[in-house]
């Protein structure tokens, strides 16, 4: 239809309502097009004008450069108003299409910038988290654009620009790449770990480095089996680090899963008890034992006890100086823990992490941990750009154990005895410890304590298949151990050690090294994790428990 034609009929009042439409109908899909845009911009609006900003100098909202931006943004609806209402708007939004196609440098220009714009998504997720409609919306505007300008034939009959078949092509390619780790990841081939799924809403959790996890997390973001939180249950949370997280098992082998079978007698049906794991990386206690952190974790799971699993290697502050790889703990004046205020935004932007997946669940987020090429360039990135926060540090005190050093950094938490290094850190995690429990008890939820013992690679060596002492060369497996355990009793606490319970049963190393990865000393295997939640059982759950060596509930 012509443009003259066009004009008349917008013009003549005595066309019906469809003669007067027509103009548009013809051309349905395309407004159709122009309209979406319109609800997304309005969504990213919405989204903006929704958000408080700081310092909020205008209208007790805005800060100036968020209310100038907010101005800015409003001025598209112009764009849109014109596009939509104008006869000649689709006419106009195909020469517009048309002038980029046919300059190449402006189209890859613009697709540089979307690349751009999505990259930073993926990279900064907890700044984009802000303006989750927003985010969604200017995705679906860049991936309409793009797909507009890419494939859209304007000027019937014109040759496809070099330019486009060469971005069709790279698309092609970066789309067989991703389908091939797709294929390879089913089969458990793809050499790639990513953990990028963890506290978002069915994220995506894939590793291979100790062990072989594939998984997704759950609708609250943990990597576990969806919770039940039926009524009129007891429901007992498992709290602590990697040990307890499980990414080198199945969610369904975890030993919260494995000790919620054990409590419910095998029931599938009118089960009383509920067990929920909640295990982080190596986050430390500074994080898992937040009491700042309880009331956005655990209290809207409403539990009725937390079980805290301690590792006796990793989860003591066996650093010594601020501004490392966790949070630095010290104690105040009052002789109560507080992390230096260097170290406040790591543990701020670990706690976000954390409480990410009990939010608006985010499409883009969710895509992301799904996507394996999205997330090597993502991970690529993060390593070459210091200023990005990586928000899983993935350490541990044991990384460093070796030949002399056989807990690492955390050798001096095993010397025989004992110093000021060793009793300064059994009161900072003791104190941590009495924090988290004094905010259980504020909610009526009782606490119990659990120990993860560590053996290096030369206990295994030198054990043998025989009996074993704690007491190896010149160290005390069981000091830090003995600790913990005389401040439970003192707070009553009630407490159970894994490695004194193991001794208790006479496993031999080579039984206890089958319940690690990495030959022992790595994070538990599939049985390893069924076997501690037969201990918790046998302690905690039965009516005999104190009989099991290493375990205390009075």
């Avoid at 151990?481 to 606490?493: P, T």
């Amino acid at each position: 239809m012509d443009a003259s034609r066009k004009k008349s009929m917008e013009n003549n009042p005595s066309l019906s309502l469809e003669e007067r439409l027509e103009p548009w109908l013809v051309q349905a899909e395309w407004v159709l097009l122009e309209i979406i845009g319109a609800i997304l911009w309005v969504a990213g609006f919405v989204d903006l004008f929704t958000h408080r900003s700081e310092p909020p100098t205008i209208l007790g909202l805005y800060s100036i450069p968020f209310a100038i931006f907010l101005v800015v943004y409003s001025l598209g609806f112009i764009f849109w108003y014109r596009l939509i209402t104008d006869v000649h708007g689709v006419d106009r939004l195909k020469q517009w299409i048309g002038y980029v196609q046919k300059r190449g440098w402006l189209g890859l220009l613009m697709l540089l910038g979307f690349a751009g714009a999505i990259i930073s998504m993926f990279l900064i997720p907890e700044r984009w988290a802000r303006f989750p409609l927003l985010e969604i919306a200017l995705l679906i505007l860049m991936g309409m654009t793009a797909g507009l300008v890419l494939f859209a034939r304007v000027t019937p009959g014109e040759r496809v620009q070099t330019w486009r078949r060469a971005a069709i092509g790279l698309l092609a390619v970066l789309a067989l790449v991703e389908g091939t780790f797709q294929l390879l990841s089913f089969f458990g081939w793809l050499p790639y770990q990513t953990i990028n799924g963890l506290y978002t809403f069915t994220g995506r959790v894939y590793q291979t480095a100790e062990g072989f996890g594939h998984g997704r997390a759950n609708h609250y973001g943990w990597y576990y089996p969806e919770f039940r939180l039926a009524d009129d249950t007891t429901r007992i949370i498992l709290t602590g680090d990697s040990y307890l997280l499980g990414l080198q098992v199945k969610p369904e082998e975890n030993m919260g899963v494995v000790l919620d079978d054990l409590i419910n007698g095998g029931s599938t049906k009118d089960q009383p008890f509920e067990v929920m794991s909640l295990g982080m990386p190596d986050y430390g206690p500074t994080i898992y034992l937040s009491d700042i952190l309880y009331p956005f974790t655990l209290t809207p799971l409403e539990p009725n006890e937390v079980v805290v699993l301690f590792h006796l290697a990793n989860d003591f502050q066996t650093w010594s100086e601020p501004g490392g790889p966790l949070p630095f703990v010290e104690l105040d004046e009052n002789d109560w823990p507080l992390v230096v205020e260097a170290d406040q935004p790591l543990r701020h932007d670990l706690w976000h992490t954390v409480i990410r997946g009990y939010e608006t669940p985010n499409p883009v987020h969710v895509i992301q941990t799904h996507l394996f090429l999205a997330n090597m360039l993502r991970d690529w990135l993060r390593t070459d750009f210091d200023f990005l926060v990586d928000v899983y540090p993935g350490y541990a005190s044991t990384a460093g154990a070796g030949v002399g050093r056989p807990f690492g950094e955390s050798d001096f938490m095993f010397a025989r005895d004992g110093g000021a290094r060793f009793d300064e850190n059994i009161e900072i995690a003791t104190k941590q410890i009495l924090t988290f429990k004094a905010q259980l008890e504020a909610d009526g939820v009782s606490m119990r304590l659990v120990t993860i013992p560590y053996f290096p690679a030369g206990f295994y060596a030198e054990a043998g298949s025989g009996a074993w002492s704690p007491e190896w060369q010149e160290y005390d497996l069981f000091a830090p151990d003995r600790a913990l355990e005389k401040f439970a009793g003192e707070n009553g606490i009630p407490f159970l050690s894994l490695g004194q319970a193991m001794q208790g049963r006479g496993l031999t190393a080579g039984q206890i090294q089958r319940l690690f990865f990495k030959e022992g000393t790595g994070r538990f295997t599939a049985e390893g994790h069924a076997f501690v939640a037969g201990l918790i059982f046998d302690c905690f759950y039965q009516p005999d428990g104190g009989a099991t060596a290493g375990c205390s509930v009075d």
